[in-house]
């Protein structure tokens, strides 16, 4: 057999997502200067002509987004990139990517908020407004990579859930992973799991654009390509039309969701280190996952078992992993820098078997080992 | 009458579940039959075709119509059509809003699209006023009317859409009204074949709202307004900015050419690969 090439690169966080990007198709972006996803629009300004793909700078984040939604109707794989006050104002046209099923990836690499915040300062408090911040019920998928190779694969998964689902996939990067520099060994591009959406088979006119499918995915047609159809931000039937009976509302709002729901098992992207036996487990995301993973190890030197569950999938929320950690820890301890916004979820699954502990730092600055190591000591 | 007949079952979409959502006597439906009209004398394949909106009456107008058709969020219908340009250039876009939704909320996307020169024409239907949610005044009333939330008057002044468009930068801007279809119709036509971000803005009427509220009758006295106060540029060339006064032009305002983004934009792909400038 022929040895696949390798490629050795130290990246960014930020440019592995540009890499993962490019090899998972993604020929279009739009975006508006931020900090700190910036070097994402910079890297991509200048890889994407050169495969013959569009990058544009925009008005602000609304028409960015826009745009992407508009190219990935036209039938090109499409994203954009930014932090808390531009994500804010993505949420509108979020939930028309959410009700018209057009896949997009929307790269957050969050920094402290409210408002301008802390621009350059890592925060892990976007994770609500991820799940939430767009009006109106809606399923969404939010991934959430804690080194520069996450940021590379989890980039890929990304485009390939919103290709699979047509639904807006979120990456939710902090300020340190996208602006830290790893080694990152990229395989050959064929070993790579690329998915593209699904297209319609039928003659264009028994094309039914928003049928319910038993994966509940319709099969989705680009513009031009002799499928005319329409597509709107209001309710709509099977057609495409507008409607307000509930009927057709109520099978629409329910199919948008079971086409997440029922497929939940795919979802589940952690890690578990040492968790098997642990006494004390961590459940962690993002650049405190890699504070905890310290952490666990000086446990461990220590003679205490220490465990923990790393997230990449923040939602839907992994509650089978997460509920077989507080079924056999005797304490669980959540360390995240916002006051609170995975621990809440964590504390809604406890079906009372675990003392869960927090770690809330809000300051723009990283938690360390040592302060999770105290936080240990504290309660175990 | 067989020609009408022939265009609505070539052009209308016989699966909607009509009647359409506007009022009897509106505009749009004038709108909508001379851009039906204009694609067909253009010979436009209806694949090729997107038709794009944003919200308020003048959004739910692609619904009608049997191309690919897109109605998007607020004010944001130009971003979404600049995407689909830009990604599949050989579409042929075309962009209907309202007043309110491109002045307004979409004031910053429509300044930018024309700079840009986004390929695609933009169609506005320029009523005065925001007619779907109740007749709220819309940065085209103008000063001095009564609306659903400027019962004692107007204070603010209002936009020239036609001459924000020539200040952005489009290569195209026509106006015309519902009452001249005929020649919205040739101004549809001219701007379709133009390359580059072209406009066609629409004098309308809102009986239901903006007539009510300020005494002008029903939609007929409204397009008689329209036909009282419309001068055509070539006239207006000959008048005096007195006789102006109360006048609006009608007609094209400007055309001229200038490289569209995309041709622009395929510069920046050629350098990437290394082709030297000349």
């Known amino acids: ?175 340190v992973v996208a602006h830290m520099r790893e080694k990152i060994t990229i395989a050959d591009d064929e070993t790579i799991d690329i998915v593209n959406r699904v297209k319609p088979t039928v003659p264009p006119e028994w094309y039914i654009p928003f049928e319910d499918t038993p994966r509940g995915v319709p099969p989705m047609a680009d513009f031009g390509e002799g499928y005319r159809y329409h597509v709107t931000g209001l309710t709509h039937d099977v057609r495409g039309f507008p409607t307000s009976r509930p009927d057709e509302v109520d099978a629409f709002i329910r199919r948008l969701f079971r086409k997440v729901s029922q497929n939940f098992a795919d979802f589940q992207i952690g890690e578990h280190y040492h968790i098997d036996d642990a006494e004390v487990a961590i459940i962690a995301y993002g650049c405190v996952a890699r504070s905890a993973r310290r952490a666990v190890a000086d446990c461990r030197d220590k003679g205490i078992k220490a465990g923990m569950l790393k997230l990449n999938t923040i939602w839907p929320f992994m509650r089978t992993d997460v509920e077989k950690v507080l079924r056999q820890a005797k304490v669980v301890i959540v360390p995240e820098m916002n006051m609170g916004q995975i621990s809440r979820e964590v504390k809604r699954v406890n079906k009372g078997s675990a003392k869960i502990f927090t770690i809330n730092r809000v300051d723009g600055t990283i938690i360390t080992p040592q302060e999770i190591m105290g936080r240990i000591k504290e309660v175990f | 009458m067989i020609e009408v007949t022939k265009l609505i079952h070539n052009y209308l979409r016989h699966d909607k579940k009509f009647p359409h959502v506007w009022c009897p006597g509106c505009g749009i439906g004038i709108m909508l039959g001379a851009l039906i009209r204009a694609i067909d004398h253009r010979g436009y394949q209806k694949d090729e075709i997107v038709l794009v909106s944003g919200i308020g009456c003048t959004g739910r107008l692609p619904v009608y119509v049997d191309f690919n058709t897109l109605h998007t969020t607020h004010g944001r219908a130009l971003t979404f059509a600049t995407g689909i340009k830009l990604a599949k250039p050989r579409l042929k876009v075309i962009v209907v809003m309202g007043d309110g939704d491109a002045v307004a909320i979409g004031g910053n996307h429509f300044i930018h699209a024309a700079r840009r020169n986004i390929d695609l024409t933009a169609i506005i239907l320029n009523n005065s006023v925001y007619g779907m949610t109740g007749g709220q005044y819309s940065p085209t009333t103008p000063y001095g009317m009564k609306t659903a939330t400027s019962v004692y008057s107007n204070v603010e002044h209002s936009f020239s859409i036609s001459e924000l468009a020539v200040t952005a930068g489009a290569v195209f801007v026509g106006r015309g009204t519902v009452y001249h279809a005929k020649l919205l119709e040739s101004l549809m036509e001219k701007a379709f074949q133009k390359v580059g971000f072209s406009v066609v803005e629409t004098i309308s009427h809102c009986h239901t709202q903006f007539g009510r509220m300020n005494r002008m009758g029903g939609a007929v006295e409204m397009m008689q307004w329209q036909r009282d106060h419309a001068v055509t540029v070539e006239k207006a060339a000959q008048m005096t900015e007195e006789e102006l006064k109360d006048k609006f032009k009608i007609g094209v305002l400007i055309d001229r050419n200038l490289p569209p983004y995309q041709d622009e934009y395929d510069k920046i792909r050629r350098w990437s690969k290394g082709v030297e400038r000349k």
């Not at chain 1, 490019?22 to 050169?50: D, K, M, N, W």
């Open chain 1, 1 to 175: 057999m022929k040895k696949k090439a390798l490629k050795e690169l130290l990246l960014q966080g930020n440019e592995a997502v540009v890499e993962g990007a490019l090899r998972a198709g993604c020929r279009f972006f739009a975006g508006y200067p931020i900090t700190p996803a910036t070097e994402i629009s910079e890297q991509l300004s200048v890889r994407l002509p050169q495969v013959d793909g569009t990058f544009i700078q925009m008005e602000d984040e609304i028409a960015s987004l826009g745009a992407v939604i508009g190219a990935s109707l036209a039938g090109v794989k499409s994203m954009t990139a930014t932090s808390g006050p531009g994500f804010s104002l993505m949420q509108e046209n979020l939930g028309f990517a959410i009700i018209a099923e057009v896949p997009c990836v929307i790269v957050n690499a969050m920094r402290g908020g409210p408002s301008t915040g802390l621009p350059t300062s890592p925060a892990q408090s976007d994770v609500m407004q991820a799940r939430w911040g767009t009006h109106g019920d809606h399923p969404i998928i939010v991934l959430c990579p804690s080194t520069v190779r996450e940021c590379f694969d989890l980039t890929i998964k990304a485009f390939n859930y919103s290709e699979k689902y047509r639904i807006p996939v979120i990456l939710l990067i902090d300020e």
